[in-house]
Every structure is written in structure tokens, then in C-alpha cells.
């Protein structure tokens, strides 16, 4: 996954100066294409499955505290133990290095922009 969202990224950054080049329209077009099914791929397909599984995650804690488990005497030990386990953070990580979420995705499209730009400034000089 980590070698996947490096890939993406530098190819879309490829892709972005090539929109904003001015090239021919065959170009453009392919760029235009790439861009948004590489986009949403990583985001449909990646970040918001996990953002989901975190989300459901962090909601444990709350679903188990209010199921009512006080009426039930035997089980308040269980309940309390996955209440407590469940306050702990969890995150999905690519290689142990970037968060895989909602956020990342953003920050893939502002590092695409960034990237884009510099390409775009080194290469009218």
C-alpha cells in the first residue's frame, strides 16, 4: 500500500503538469481521465472503507456502554473489559508510516496540486 499511494502520487503529479502544459487535447484527455479514476480508486477503494472500519471501531465503546448491560449482573465484568479495551485508538497504517483515512486522501490531492506546481515553475525556467 505504501509503494501504491507513492506510485499514484508521483504519476498524478506527472499527469496534473501535463493538464497544465497545455498539451495537445489527446493528452489532455488522458490526463483528465487518469487523474480522476487514479483519485477516486484511492478514495472509493482505499481510504473510505478504512475511515469506516475506524469509525465503527471507535463507536464500540459507546454501542456497548449504552446496550443496557447494567440489567444483566453476570455479564457487567465482560462489558466493562470491552469497554475499556475499546478506548484505545486504532488506526489503519500503510507500512506502519501514513494513516490510511479520509485525511489522507486530502493530503494526496493537496500533495498532487504542490507537487504539480513546481513542476509547472521548474519547467518555464
Known amino acids: 500500500m505504501l509503494a501504491y499511494m507513492a ?3 508521483s504519476s498524478m503529479c506527472v ?3 501535463n493538464l497544465s502544459s497545455g498539451a495537445e487535447i489527446g493528452l489532455f484527455l488522458r490526463a483528465v481521465f487518469y487523474v480522476n479514476v487514479a483519485l477516486i480508486g484511492l478514495v472509493v477503494y482505499y481510504c473510505l472503507p478504512a475511515q469506516n ?3 465503527e471501531i471507535n ?3 459507546h454501542c456497548a456502554y449504552f446496550s443496557k448491560w447494567y440489567n444483566y449482573p453476570r455479564e457487567a465484568h465482560s462489558m466493562m473489559l470491552m469497554i ?5 485508538d486504532v488506526n489503519i497504517t500503510a ?3 501514513i494513516n490510511i483515512n ?3 486522501s486530502l493530503s494526496t490531492i493537496k500533495t498532487m496540486v504542490s507537487y504539480c506546481m513546481f513542476l ?3 519547467g518555464s525556467k
Not at 84 to 88: F, L, M, V
Open 102 to 104: 479520509l485525511e489522507t
Open 120 to 122: 509547472q515553475t521548474m
Open 95 to 97: 507500512g506502519g508510516i
Open 7 to 9: 506510485i499514484i502520487v
Open 84 to 88: 475499556s479495551a475499546a478506548q484505545r
Open 59 to 61: 463507536r464500540v465503546q
Open 53 to 55: 472500519l475506524t469509525d
Open 15 to 17: 499527469e496534473m503538469y
